[in-house]
């Protein structure tokens, strides 16, 4: 199954997803940061099974994304970890009691996050949330399942097993003779808003997504991203405290995140909810420089609130 730009059976380039828009190239659309919460011994968490939490400090973690996005005018959404779909539940139902930023349903378990999907559809509280992800490893019961669902959106990781080039992911989404694509398996779900997650698998492999990304929005046209977390929260280098302090790590890990921007990212999976702190001010003003800088080419902010008009 070849998909061409302009062909894409139905994705859409630019869509909302609640208060959250995002796509585009040149930073017109401002970059979407995602922040996990409730992830594997995150602080907070009492209980990963039941979803017990420390909801006052929950409250300030997702209080402070809700202001920097305000103030620096970026969007985010929250990615919520769970290792039950009770726990999920849980999580979901309080998170939608602070803000009205999209969610994503994250589990290692397919199952476990399709029970959460399920019951969120039975309550009526699917608006705004994300499955994430269709991927590789995704089951025929998974996707049987999702097209039953009104799921508004879905990551789709780009994984290619086969292949660590530039064009892997692509590759990967496309399909061949011999392997069905992604976007044919997520066609059958019914879903057209999709958010394609390009793997960083470590510190080398940054410098790779960014030719990816060139490569899948020439060919499709769809919002791209990854998650430069994966990296610099494994980097053997980077833990060593004798080689770089909490302030340096800090640094590089907002440094890494704004390189992403400026190569194309429509979002960027930054990690643990706390390193919103550096990572929101260093990708606001890649944005705004990065459409700034396109002004001659007729492009010009999408919003009003462009991280544009507050940092420049």
Known sequence: MVLLKGQVNGFQSVYQIGNVRIGGNDSQIPSVLIGSIFYMRHKIVKNDQTGEFDELEAAKLIHNCVNLSGKLGIGFMLDVVGTTHKALINYVKFIKKITDAPVLINSTLPETRIAAVKELAEVGMLDNIVYNSINTFSTEEEIKVLA????????????????????????????????????AVVSKCGIDKIMVDIPTLDMSSVGLIGHSVKIIKEKLDVPVGTAPSNATYTSAWLKDRSNVSIEQFRAVDATVNAYLVAKGCNFLFFGPIEGANWVFPACAMVDAVNVYGSRYLGVSPDTESHPMFVVL
């Open 148 to 183: 039953k669902l009104p799921v508004e959106a879905a990551v789709v990781q780009a994984y290619n097993p086969k292949s660590k080039k530039p064009d892997g992911p692509l590759k990967a989404l496309l399909g061949n003779d011999k392997m069905e694509g992604l976007l």
